[in-house]
């Protein structure tokens, strides 16, 4: 059987020889000719045949579209995980993506070897991102597996576009630090993804929920509370029309400063719900019932 590879290079990852490999799916290499602290990810799956699903030879541009979507995103939502799993560790870069195919794959021999060479880097290439060591690298990835499993593991080779999945694509890019307002943005999506229901007051409801998913005491769930009352206040001055002058660009990055632990708390709570086989729908129905019984 001949395996299509999508792969990217990434910024921030020391490995050596050594693979970290999710369930021969989505794995990560360095060849040992390449800069240290480069590595890259891949995608694995089946190579499109002549005719795919049916489709004629002229509707490939879209299959490969689709296909570059589904190989990139495991990627995205492993180093969403990778900085959940490790929030005070940078969050690396994917840059550069290509594919290949290969006929045969044996994952118990030297599989850096093998992957770790795919894609060219340019003489001279050095990393921007902080450097970590090989073991440094390898304790962060490790930590990174059993969460990104929880979510993929109920996940098909379709390109699910579930409320958990948009919220760790958004934090994914949020967590780049590429600019403080676009983050900051990211941020507040992110809980519309996870509370909004698109019914009644908007606002408050997703001020409500998120203070009582994650906030411990009734102290912390009224400061969460006002924070996500001030950051929603922010936004819609962005979205409505309101002051986008560039002496407000400090003030965006304190709303993404406090917003980000709020964020990943919830994060990671909503992945442990939605790993006990919840749907939001359920997740929120149960935080509406816990502020009725509190009120």
Not at 15 to 28: A, G, S
Not at 91 to 97: A, E, G, R, T, Y
């Amino acid at each position: 059987m001949t395996y299509q590879i999508r792969s990217f290079m990434i910024d921030g990852i020391n490995l050596d020889e050594r693979i970290v490999n999710w369930k021969d799916k989505v794995f990560f290499g360095r060849h040992k000719m390449h800069p240290e602290n480069i590595s890259f990810g891949h995608t694995l799956f089946e190579k499109i045949n002549d005719v795919y699903d049916g489709q004629p030879i002229e509707d490939f541009a879209k299959i490969w579209s689709e296909e570059d979507a589904k190989g990139l995103w495991p990627i995205l939502i492993f180093f969403a995980c990778y900085h959940l799993a490790n929030p005070k560790k940078q969050m690396p870069k994917i840059s550069k993506f290509f594919s290949s195919a290969v006929e045969r794959i044996d994952f118990q021999k030297d599989v850096a070897e093998t992957f770790g060479h795919m894609g060219s880097i340019r003489p001279g290439t050095e990393s921007r991102r902080n450097k970590m060591t090989n073991d440094e690298s390898f304790e962060c990835m490790s930590a990174t597996l059993p969460l990104f499993d929880k979510i993929m593991k109920n996940q098909t080779r379709e390109f699910s576009m579930s409320p958990l999945i948009i919220a760790l694509l958004l934090y994914q890019r949020a967590m780049e630090e590429e600019d403080h307002l676009k983050d900051f943005l990211d941020l507040v999506i992110i809980l519309e993804a996870m509370f909004n229901d698109g019914t009644g007051e908007i606002t408050f409801k997703i001020r409500q929920r998120t203070s009582n998913f994650c906030g411990e005491t009734y102290e912390e769930r009224k400061e969460i509370f006002e924070k996500i009352k001030e950051a929603y206040n922010a936004r819609s001055k962005l979205v409505h029309g309101g002051d986008l002058t560039l002496d407000r660009y400090g003030e965006y990055h304190t709303y993404k400063t406090y917003l980000i632990p709020i964020v990943q708390k919830c994060l990671l709570r909503f992945i442990d719900e939605y790993d006990k086989g919840k749907t939001k729908n359920q997740i929120n129905q149960e935080l509406d019932d816990l502020a009725l019984s509190s009120s």
